[in-house]
C-alpha cells in the first residue's frame, strides 16, 4: 500500500472522529434543547405553532445553502484547488456568497410577504385555532433572520470541509442549540418567543464560530458577481437539479406535518410528530450524517482524481458501517423507543397524551432509519460525479409517494402513526431505487460478496437483540406507555433499567455480528 493512501486514511479516520464528536456533541445539545423545550411547552398549541413556523423557513436555509449549495459548491472548489489555483477557488466562492445572500435577501421579503396566506393553506384546518395560525405567521416572519446567518454559516462550513477543516463546523450545530435552548429557558417570562429568538441568536454564534477558522485557511472573500468565472455556471447548473431536490425532500417533512394538521388535536399531533422525528435523527445524525459528511469532499477528490476504484470502495465501507451502526439503532427505537422518549421528556407539559402521541410517530418513523441513513451517503456519491439528476428525480417520486400515501392513510382512519409510515415506505423505496442506479452508474458496486455477507449478519444480529429488547422493556419500570409513572420518583428506575439493557443489547450485538463475519470470512476461504 503506498505511503500516500496510508496517511490518507489515517486522515480519514482522525477526521470521521472529529465530525462524529461534533455530531455526538450536537445530538447532546440538541436533547438538553429538546429537553427543556418540552418541559415548558410540551405538545401544546405554541410549540406546535413554533415548529410549524421553522419548517417553513427552513425551507429557504436547507434549499439554498444547506444542502443545494453546498453539495454543488464543494466537488468545483476542490477541483480548483487541486489545480493549484487557491486565488480561483476563493473568487468562485465570493460570487456564490453574493449570488447566495442576494437569492436569499429576495426569497425572505416575498416569505415575509405571502406567510398570511401561506400558512392558512398549509396548516388551516380543525387542528389549529386561529390564533395559533397567527402565531405561526409572526414566528415565521421573525425566523427569516435565520436564514441568511444560517446560510453564511454554511457557506463556511462547505470551504472548511472542502479543505479538510472539520472541528469548527463540527462545533456549530452545537452552537446553534445552545442558543435555542437559553431562548427556550426565558419561557417563564416571554414564553415561546424566547425560544424564537433563541433560533436567531443561535444563527449568529454558528457563523461566528466558524469565522476564525476561515482566517487561518487564509479566505480571501470580497462582494462579486462573478461574470468572468466560468466555473460559477457549473455551480449554477449542477444547483438548479439540487434545489429541487432539497426542497423536495423539506416538502415532504412539511406536508408530513400539514396532514397531521388536519386531525382532531391536530397542534399536538403535529408536535408529537416533531419530537418522535427528533428522535429518530438522533443515530442518524451522529452515525450516518457524520460519516457522509467526512466521506463527501474525500469522494469529490476521488473522482477529481479519477481513481474510481478507490470511490467504489470507499462508498461500499461507508455504507456498510452506516448500516452497521444504524440497524440495531433502528430495533432500539422501535422496542426501547418508547421508553427513552418517556425518559427524555415526560414531565411538566409533556404529559402521557403527548407521550401517546410521540410514542405512536416514533414507531413508524423508525422504520425508515436504515433507509434514510443509507440513501444519505449515495445521494453524496452522485453528486461528488456531479451527476445531480438521478436522486433529484427519485426523490420527487419520493414526495409523492409520501404525500400520496399519507393522505390515503387518512381518509382510511389512520392517524399520525400512519403518516410516519408513509414517509417510512416513500423513504425505502427512494433508497432501493438509488441503489438501482447507482450500481448503473458505478457497475460491480454491489457485487462483492462481503457487502451483502456484513448487510445480513448486521440485519440477523438487529433481530435477535431487537427481540430480546421487546421482552425486556416490559422488566423494565416504566418501560411501555401503557406502564405506570411518576415524574421524578420513577426517573431513576427506568433510567438504570434501559441503561442496562441498552448497554447489553448492544455488547450482544457487537459480539454477533463479530462471529457471524468471522465465520463467512472463514466459509468464504
Not at 29 to 46: Q, W
Not at 380 to 385: I, L, P, S, V
Amino acid at each position: 500500500m503506498q505511503l500516500s493512501t496510508v496517511h490518507r486514511r489515517l486522515r480519514t479516520q482522525r477526521n470521521s472522529l472529529i465530525v462524529m464528536g461534533g455530531f455526538i456533541l450536537s445530538r447532546i445539545t440538541g436533547l438538553i434543547r429538546d429537553i427543556v423545550a418540552s418541559y415548558y411547552f410540551g405538545t401544546s398549541a405554541e410549540m406546535a405553532a413554533y415548529g410549524a413556523a421553522i419548517s417553513t423557513v427552513d425551507l429557504l436555509y436547507l434549499v439554498i445553502i444547506g444542502g443545494a449549495l453546498g453539495s454543488s459548491f464543494i466537488p468545483v472548489f476542490i477541483e480548483l484547488w487541486e489545480r493549484e489555483q487557491p486565488e480561483r477557488a476563493w473568487e468562485l466562492a465570493s460570487a456564490v456568497v453574493t449570488w447566495a445572500l442576494i437569492i436569499l435577501f429576495v426569497a425572505s421579503i416575498i416569505l415575509f410577504g405571502v406567510a398570511p396566506w401561506l400558512v392558512p393553506l398549509l396548516y388551516g384546518g380543525q387542528g389549529f385555532t386561529s390564533a395559533t395560525l397567527d402565531l405561526i405567521v409572526a414566528m415565521t416572519r421573525l425566523f427569516l433572520l435565520s436564514p441568511l446567518l444560517l446560510g453564511l454559516g454554511g457557506l463556511a462550513m462547505a470551504a472548511l470541509n472542502a479543505r479538510d477543516r472539520f472541528t469548527m463546523p463540527a462545533l456549530a450545530p452545537s452552537i446553534y442549540n445552545l442558543g435555542i435552548t437559553g431562548g427556550a429557558l426565558l419561557a417563564p417570562w416571554v414564553g415561546i418567543w424566547g425560544m424564537a429568538w433563541g433560533v436567531i441568536i443561535g444563527a449568529l454564534c454558528y457563523l461566528l464560530i466558524q469565522l476564525p477558522a476561515l482566517f487561518e485557511l487564509g479566505m480571501k472573500l470580497r462582494p462579486q458577481l462573478g461574470h468572468n468565472i466560468a466555473e460559477l455556471k457549473k455551480v449554477a447548473q449542477a444547483m438548479g437539479p439540487r434545489v429541487i431536490g432539497q426542497a423536495a425532500a423539506h416538502l415532504s417533512i412539511v406536508a408530513t406535518l400539514a396532514l397531521a394538521a388536519r386531525l382532531p388535536d391536530g397542534d399536538a399531533k403535529l408536535a408529537g410528530l416533531r419530537w418522535a422525528y427528533q428522535l429518530m435523527l438522533l443515530p442518524y445524525g451522529v452515525f450516518a450524517l457524520s460519516l457522509s459528511t467526512v466521506a463527501f469532499p474525500r469522494l469529490a477528490r476521488l473522482v477529481a482524481e479519477q481513481q474510481l476504484s478507490e470511490l467504489i470502495n470507499d462508498v461500499r465501507t461507508t455504507l456498510s458501517r452506516i448500516l452497521w451502526l444504524t440497524l440495531p439503532a433502528t430495533a432500539a427505537l422501535l422496542t426501547l423507543g418508547p421508553a427513552l422518549a418517556r425518559v427524555l421528556f415526560e414531565r411538566g407539559a409533556f404529559d402521557t397524551l403527548s407521550l401517546s402521541y410521540t410514542a405512536a410517530a416514533l414507531t413508524g418513523y423508525a422504520f425508515a432509519l436504515p433507509a434514510f441513513a443509507a440513501s444519505e451517503i449515495m445521494i453524496r456519491t452522485f453528486y461528488a460525479m456531479q451527476r445531480t439528476w438521478p436522486p433529484v428525480l427519485i426523490g420527487l417520486g419520493q414526495v409523492t409517494l409520501n404525500i400520496g400515501l399519507g393522505t390515503v392513510l387518512l381518509f382510511a382512519g389512520a392517524d399520525i402513526g400512519g403518516l410516519a409510515i408513509a414517509f417510512s415506505i416513500a423513504n425505502t423505496l427512494e433508497t432501493v431505487l438509488l441503489a438501482i442506479v447507482l450500481a448503473r452508474t458505478l457497475p460491480g458496486i454491489w457485487e462483492t460478496p462481503r457487502v451483502w455477507q456484513h448487510f445480513m449478519s448486521a440485519l440477523s444480529a438487529s433481530l435477535l437483540v431487537g427481540g430480546l429488547w421487546w421482552y425486556a422493556r416490559d422488566l423494565i419500570p416504566g418501560g411501555t406507555p401503557a406502564a405506570s409513572y411518576r415524574w421524578p420518583n420513577d426517573v431513576p428506575g427506568l433510567l438504570i433499567g434501559l441503561t442496562i439493557t441498552g448497554i447489553g443489547g448492544a455488547a450482544l450485538y457487537i459480539v454477533l455480528t463479530l462471529l457471524m463475519n468471522h465465520y463467512t470470512t472463514r466459509t468464504a476461504s
